[in-house]
């Protein structure tokens, strides 16, 4: 992910239930306080009823400002959780967590999607034995890595400076720290707050610190904050503030003796301090550490249960496990229970507090490809209230939101919230306004909004006007392509509704992208105002017209008509060569108006696959299109080595980007994944397992044999589903949803490959 918001930093310098549902908690918290003292206890870990232990949290986190293995970061937390909680080992920048620095300054409540776009409401909290040093190297402690146990619920490690065992453990707005130390001397917690605005409110007849944090890099009203409540279980010694250059840290001291461990409750809330606190009665109240970590385990354990794996190695059970986890990370909640126990939310569109669901933090030019169509059939009910949020974004604020971090946000191009709701509607996804959704989409379609705050079309203007967007707005072809593709969406939704009319109108404006494809290169070139092309063309070069790429990565942007694509590059036969070509053509880019190489030309450079840089997104349906051109086996081929070859348990090959990286595995895995969002149906694939059950969010079970299927067998010579012979490279979504068996025959090679 770059787009503006990165081009700006480089020149500068049902799942709701799971969330308080959960089975035989007390029994799971009793057997946890048994296990205290071993661990992660007996549970073989890999085990049916233990699929969180699979996940590796440092997924990712090896990733720099020059290379990115995922940009992630090792979260604790619930299911599309409101509060995050991770380790800080720098101080001072977005990559806030290196895995070899093997020391940490503390654990950090954060809610950066990316470090691109930076944290905001964040704080650190650490805790500490003998004198407190406040600055963050100057107060952070080794841990050993390799002993550290990482887990979704539960961030349990030894601070060796402090000679303290301590623990974090989430909920979904709340956590409680806790750490025994091996001296009994004094000891206490830093709690860091970062900017030098916003309340510090001690009250040590209630044993508690309240504070606001009001950091944030844009995205938020004026009036926005992060509440904080602190819930100490013994009264302080001391309390104080201090003050450094850039944040003020809250110095907390309790008296030693006693060998009494530390105990805070932390909640937070966007709303208010009463809420904070009600949120931290309603999450935590007096429950055990080990009662809530057992509440964790039941959640995620839960959660993860919904597609089962059988066969796999071990290797490819972390992998997928550890993708399903980062799926279910994004986009946050943020709406907290009010009085009544209805949701109520902050706007980050109109700044006041309103009533219903709102959520935060998802980039829809990242994720529109796989996860919300991944979404819609694994968890279909959370997805619906997801968008019941984005709807209840453009009642707020007057328009759908570009890119919601947590509110209007001008990153990446085009209006691509079209998609999620297209693809919702022809699925029949229920628990939204459609007629309202329409309404908002239709709006950004057919007038100027404000695309610099985060809101409406670039280049509308002339795209109304000419049907295409001319070069001199930045990324005109990125920009066009995704506004005719856009246009089908709505179109979809408008024929859906009834509404013949615009479902015309749209439909004949989604077939814009012919006019910015060259007949005579066979790319997509940018165009001036007089109609004449942009020259000099040169279709290895990076930047405007494009986006995050050149004119190879752009030539398949046309998800919705796929054949008309296949034609105007001449033909199946020719289609397949050019999709070929560009899998084993050199990894060659100019850094064109970038100026320098930036971190996905070179994650492109480190991958196999030529012009395809399956490290960003652009191109993470064009594997499927050598099925739509004739050739199922080349997709499967090719889908297959990217599988093996780009994912680990360890890494992605680029920014991961709030679910995308990760859905784009999980249904590729599976067998299936969606050419084109906004048609209910998935393209056909071949599983990386020999045995898969998808437990549908509709209650349906999509059971997915191959058996046999191994390292040496990527090919699909025939599919069945429901025991009957399917000849089609595409399924229903339909099909699959009500519940289905599909039945692979695979081998070791094909005739045609």
Not at 18 to 30: I, S, W, Y
Not at 258 to 266: K, Q, S, T, Y
Not at 461 to 468: A, D, P, R, S
Request: charged share 20%.
């Amino acid at each position: 992910m770059l787009g503006r918001s990165r081009r700006d930093f480089l020149q500068a310098s049902g799942l709701a239930a799971l969330g308080t549902a959960f089975v035989d908690a007390k029994a799971q918290a009793q057997q946890g306080e048994r296990q205290e003292e071993t661990g992660r206890g007996s549970a073989k870990a890999g085990t049916p009823n233990d699929l969180a232990e699979l996940i590796n949290l440092l997924q990712g986190t090896d990733s720099t400002y020059y290379f990115s293995r995922g940009n992630t970061l090792p979260i604790a937390a619930m299911p599309f959780g409101m509060a995050h909680w991770t380790l800080q080992s720098r101080s001072g920048t977005p990559w806030m967590f290196q895995p070899g620095d093997r020391r940490i300054q503390g654990f950090r409540c954060t809610h950066q999607l990316s470090p691109w776009l930076s944290d905001y409401g964040h704080a650190v909290f650490l805790p500490f034995s003998g004198e407190p040093k406040p600055d963050p190297d100057a107060r952070s402690s080794s841990y050993r890595p390799e002993e550290a146990q990482l887990l979704p619920y539960s961030l349990r490690l030894k601070l060796l400076r402090y000679q303290a065992d301590v623990e974090l453990v989430p909920t979904e707005r709340c956590c409680i720290i806790t750490a025994k130390f091996a001296d009994a001397g004094s000891c206490g917690l830093l709690l860091e707050i970062p900017g030098k605005s916003g309340a510090v409110e001690p009250d040590a007849s209630r044993k508690v610190v309240r504070f606001e944090s009001r950091a944030n890099a844009g995205g938020v009203p004026e009036t926005f904050a992060t509440y904080y409540v602190v819930q100490f279980a013994e009264p302080w010694q001391n309390f104080e503030v201090r003050e450094s250059r850039s944040n003020r840290v809250g110095v907390v001291c309790f008296q030693g003796g006693g060998n009494r461990p530390l105990d805070a409750r932390i909640a937070t809330s966007f709303i208010s301090f009463e809420q904070a606190s009600r949120n931290l009665q309603l999450e935590l109240g007096d429950r055990s550490p080990a009662e809530l970590r057992a509440r964790g385990r039941e959640t995620w354990n839960t959660a993860l249960a919904r597609i089962a794996i059988e066969g796999a190695t071990e290797e490819q059970r972390r992998t997928f496990y550890s993708c399903l986890y980062r799926a279910l990370l994004f986009p946050r909640v943020w709406h907290e229970p009010d009085g009544d126990g209805n949701p109520s939310h902050f706007s980050a569109f109109n700044g006041k507090v309103m009533p219903g669901v709102m959520y935060a933090d998802h980039g829809y030019w990242d994720v529109y490809r796989a996860w919300y169509p991944f979404m819609s059939l694994v968890y279909p009910e959370r997805l619906g209230e997801i968008l019941a949020a984005w709807v209840n974004a453009y009642r707020e604020g007057g328009w759908m939101p570009q890119f919601p971090a947590p509110g209007y946000r001008a990153c990446m191009s085009g209006s691509l919230i079209d998609s999620l709701f297209a693809d919702a509607v022809v699925k029949n996804i229920a628990g939204f306004d459609r007629e309202e959704a329409y309404e908002g989409l239709r709006k950004h379609a057919m007038q100027p909004g404000d695309p610099n705050r985060g809101y409406g079309r670039q280049g509308i203007e002339y795209y109304l006007k000419l049907g295409y967007i001319p070069a001199r707005v930045s990324q005109s072809v990125a920009e066009t392509a995704d506004a005719a593709y856009g246009d089908f969406c709505i179109a979809q939704i408008a024929a859906k509704l009834g509404k013949r009319e615009d479902a015309e109108l749209f439909l004949k404006r989604s077939k814009n992208w012919r006019k910015i494809f060259d007949p005579q290169t066979r790319f997509f070139r940018g165009r001036k105002e007089d109609g004449s092309w942009l020259e000099p063309f040169d279709p290895f070069t990076w930047g405007s017209p494009y986006e995050e790429g050149a004119a190879w990565q752009h030539r398949w942007n046309v998800p919705h008509d796929g054949p008309g694509l296949v034609a105007a590059l001449g033909g199946q036969q020719a289609a397949v060569a050019a999709l070929e070509e560009m899998l084993t053509l050199p990894p060659r880019f100019n850094v064109g108006v970038y100026g320098q190489e930036i971190h996905e030309m070179s994650e492109m450079a480190a991958l196999p696959f030529g012009q395809y840089m399956h490290n960003n997104q652009p191109v993470h349906h064009v594997l499927y299109l050598f099925a739509a051109a004739g050739r199922p086996d080349r997709t499967q081929y090719w889908v297959r080595r990217v599988l093996n070859e780009a994912y680990s348990p360890r890494d992605f090959c680029g920014d991961e980007d709030t679910g995308s990286m990760a859905a784009w595995y999980i249904l590729s895995a599976l067998g299936f994944y969606p050419l084109c969002p906004g048609k209910p149906e998935y393209t056909l694939g071949a599983p990386l397992f020999p045995h898969a059950t998808i437990h549908a969010g509709s209650g349906a079970r999509i059971v997915i044999e191959a058996p046999g299927n191994g390292p040496g067998t990527p090919y699909a010579a025939r599919v069945l589903v429901n025991e009957a012979e399917h000849r089609s490279t595409s399924i229903e979504h339909r099909t699959l949803a009500r519940g289905a068996r599909l039945r692979f025959k695979m081998q070791e090679s094909t005739a045609q490959a």
